[in-house]
């Protein structure tokens, strides 16, 4: 029998039974006689036969899989927050299949569909960032299929969702530069349609109102969330008249792009323009100066979504909205040494 996957009809025709009374004897069924039930069992440990969990569920309409959707699989961000979704899926039960939309709408939205054909009970996803549809996911509702959105939002009245406090979090990093001495405080966000955009941009208009900074419509650039497209953004910044002193970023590769064309222009961090990022990843900690960064509670998303998903699976959930609390990381790229009085 060389084949990688042994099947309960292949231990029934070495047996010659029914495949039903190798299932029984599996199952200590008294049905079979205790003789028939030793060989069933020898032959099964001999051939390394094992429940295909996929056939079984597809029997009950439970796989236990669960579709997961990120933008990309090589950032810590995503991978702390499927390590937390894996965490709560295993104390359940559950097996987690992981798609990247590689930041495309169209990946998508055939992720969807593979996931769908994959028979996955449900989807926690977050958006790519070209994502302005959401017909495939209001398909997905229509058919009451269990769907968790996390980061990235949409549908917020009808579908559960984590996310931080990115208005909190964005006013926050205006207040640490105004604390450094920093005046000119520049933000490069992401596409409007965004959520994180959205909330960010709130939260930056918020702390130069508390700091009593002007608000300057040059100082608030947009980018496609590309290194490009950051690039770009970060020029228009010091081709101004008067430039800013201090930049943050809808995300760190957003800033790690931004510090790249500072360079180029013979300018130094934090001495001539304070950096911040958000998401904190580990490029943040290897670059010179070290990246301050808001750090998102990424095994908690992570872990808020699944039970949010194991909740849906159980009853009809009404939808929820999780909003937990990020912190200031600060590091070098955003103090400065001689702050002026």
């Known amino acids: 029998m060389d084949k990688k996957y042994v099947s309960l009809k292949d231990l029934a025709e070495e047996l010659n039974v029914s ?3 190798v299932s029984r004897a599996l199952k200590d069924h008294p049905d079979i006689s205790l003789e028939m039930r030793q060989r069933v069992k020898e032959l099964a440990e001999m051939r390394h036969y094992f429940p295909n ?3 079984m569920g597809l029997l009950k309409q439970e796989t236990r899989m669960i579709g997961v959707i990120i933008p990309d699989i090589i950032t810590h961000f995503y991978a702390s927050i499927i390590a937390g979704i894996e965490s709560v899926a295993r104390e359940n039960g559950y097996f987690v299949l992981i798609s990247s939309s590689n930041e495309s709408a169209q990946k998508e939205i055939e992720s969807v569909e593979n996931l769908l054909k994959a028979r996955v009970e449900g989807f926690i996803v977050c958006l790519s960032k070209q994502t302005t549809s959401y017909d495939h996911f209001k398909g997905l509702l229509k058919r009451n299929i269990p769907l968790v959105f996390f980061d990235r939002t949409c549908l917020e009245n009808e579908v559960s969702c984590v996310t931080v406090d990115n208005r909190e979090a964005s006013r926050k990093v205006v207040h640490h530069f105004y604390q450094q001495g920093y005046r000119r405080v520049a933000f490069i966000s992401g596409p409007d349609y ?3 955009s959205k909330e960010r941009i709130a939260g930056y208009y918020d702390g130069l109102n508390d700091c009593n900074l002007q608000i300057d419509p040059e100082l608030l650039v947009k980018c496609d969330l590309s290194t490009d497209s ?4 970060m020029n228009r910044l010091l081709s101004l ?3 800013p ?3 943050y970023g809808v995300n760190d590769f957003v800033v790690f792009a931004a510090m790249k064309e ?3 222009h013979n300018l130094e961090v934090p001495t001539d323009i304070g950096l911040v990022g958000f998401t904190d990843e580990f490029h943040a900690t290897v670059v ?6 808001i750090v998102h509670p990424t095994f908690q998303i992570g872990e808020s979504a699944a039970r949010l998903f194991i909740d849906q699976t159980k009853r009809s959930a009404t939808p929820q909205m999780i909003i937990l609390k990020t912190e200031l990381k600060v590091r070098e790229s955003s103090v400065l040494k001689d702050k002026p009085r």
């Open 262 to 264: 500072i360079r180029k």
């Open 241 to 243: 008249s008067n430039r």
């Open 245 to 247: 002193d201090a930049v």
């Open 19 to 21: 495949v039903s009374t």
């Open 288 to 293: 010179t100066p070290e990246l301050t960064s």
């Open 230 to 233: 950051a690039r770009a953004a």
């Open 53 to 55: 969990p996929l056939a």
């Open 194 to 196: 965004l959520n994180i």
